[in-house]
């Protein structure tokens, strides 16, 4: 145990298990009242009581062991939640202790898809891997603006396209300088369809930041081209759709069907939507993109559904810090989002995915026009996107789909 005035001398992660199954001492009068606080804190946003016992449980172990009036170490919580086998809301917990300024956030963790590409890179021969990882941090945003950085997600996908052609390519030359169009041509050409395109995608990346950093003298990919097959809208069956609100339950369930079916809402439009961007005296909602923002003017249904789902939101979290439209129990003593699985899972009951949904709607509005900037202004997708669907709904047009 952790006495008062006692000094840390180095940081370790600490091992919690022997602790769990310890008998502890009773708690002093600090910890309880940090206990009582904790209690009605549960209260007030509605916690059932099994959660609140188990989180409860956590803290009290950590206050006991650590002190009650310290600053505890989110890393620390997280790791005797899990010795704990706890199925408590320690999100909730970790709010709590920061809103008292009692809380050291957790040390950010590398991505895992960072960590892949690190690995990745550091098994090719040096110089490759010089010039592979030249190639990433071009991608990153060293030297180009930030906003533009391209995930790790992404560029480990690039790897997963290319292992093989650069496997072949490490054990016949010593640098990608060495790589000519034709190594390229019959790296594509070794696979077919969507393989064959994303792994021509990822070849003119390499090649072309390469080509930048001027450490090859000709980009081999100048001039390849994969023709994709294009995957056009297509439209749910109609016993599918029907009905589609009445076999929901819950008010923020049947909001959500709404979005997607009558709006062409997409998942991370609803996530990311605030009570600020609820316009109730003018039924609209605003929907903030990176690329600008769209307008939703809610018809008579969806503005009932919204209008029931705020006072349900009311009436379950009224001390709520989440500036979000959409809460669960999980999020409603923080600040974040829900996850996207729970939109997603939403749709689930009916039979149907969100994308489904979306995409049968922006498609029906489509057979009733042929004007591709009347779908721009009505769902806020781009000219591309409206141009796809106005060719599905009307093939008589003609013309190349748009990329």
């Known amino acids: 145990m952790q006495h008062a005035g006692q000094l840390t001398v180095f ?35 509605r916690w059932s ?7 409860a449980r956590v803290l009290r172990m950590a206050a006991i062991w650590l002190g009650a009036d310290t600053t505890f170490r989110e890393d620390d919580l997280r790791a005797l939640n899990r010795a704990c086998h706890s199925a408590g809301r320690i999100n909730g917990l970790v709010a709590f202790l920061s809103q008292r300024g009692q809380l050291l956030p957790a040390t950010p963790r ?23 990882g030249t190639w990433v941090r ?53 696979v077919k369809g969507s393989r064959a395109h994303e792994r021509a995608v990822a070849l003119r990346s390499l090649f072309r930041a390469l080509k930048h950093a001027k450490l090859v003298f000709v980009d081999p990919t100048r001039g390849l081209h994969v023709t994709r097959r294009e995957l056009l809208p297509s439209t749910l069956v109609r016993d599918r759709l029907a009905g589609l609100l009445d076999v929901s339950t819950g008010p923020a369930n049947r909001l ?58 009311h009436r379950r979290w009224p001390r709520t810090v989440d500036p979000h439209l959409l809460i669960t129990q999980q999020t409603a003593s923080t600040t974040d989002p829900v996850c996207t699985d729970y939109i ?58 748009p990329r």
Not at 110 to 132: K, M
Not at 151 to 158: K, M, T
Not at 344 to 371: H, M, S, W
Not at 385 to 397: D, G, N, S
Request: glycine share 4%.
């Open 256 to 313: 959500v069907l709404a979005l997607a079916a009558l709006h062409a809402t997409n998942g991370t439009d609803l996530r990311n939507l605030t009570l600020s961007d609820v316009l109730l005296t003018r039924r609209q909602l605003l929907i903030r993109r990176p690329h600008g923002r769209h307008i939703v003017h809610l018809d008579d249904t969806t503005a009932a559904l919204l209008h029931a789902w705020l006072r349900c939101r």
């Open 11 to 45: 940081e370790t992660e600490r091992d919690w298990r022997p602790l769990v199954s310890a008998l502890l001492p009773s708690s002093p009068p600090s910890a309880m009242a940090l206990l009582a606080d904790f209690a009605r804190h549960a209260t007030e946003h």
């Open 138 to 190: 071009a991608l990153r945003g060293s030297t180009r603006s930030h906003h533009l950085a391209t995930d790790y997600g992404s560029i480990r996908r690039y790897l997963v396209y290319l292992a093989t052609p650069l496997a072949g390519w490490t054990s016949s030359y010593t640098t990608l300088r060495q790589v000519t169009a034709a190594d390229v041509t019959s790296a594509v050409a070794a």
């Open 110 to 132: 590398r991505n895992r898809n960072e960590a892949f590409v690190q690995r990745t890179i550091a098994a090719f021969p040096p110089r490759i891997g010089d010039e592979l």
């Open 344 to 401: 997603y899972k939403r749709f689930t009951p009916a039979g149907v995915t969100l994308r489904a949904v979306r995409a049968d709607r922006i498609l029906d509005e489509a057979r009733e026009t042929e004007d591709p900037v009347h779908l721009v202004r009505v769902f806020g997708i781009s000219v591309t996107t409206a141009m796809k669907y106005i060719h599905t709904a009307h093939p008589h047009r003609g013309g190349p789909i």
């Open 49 to 55: 009581q099994p959660s609140h016992e188990s989180t």
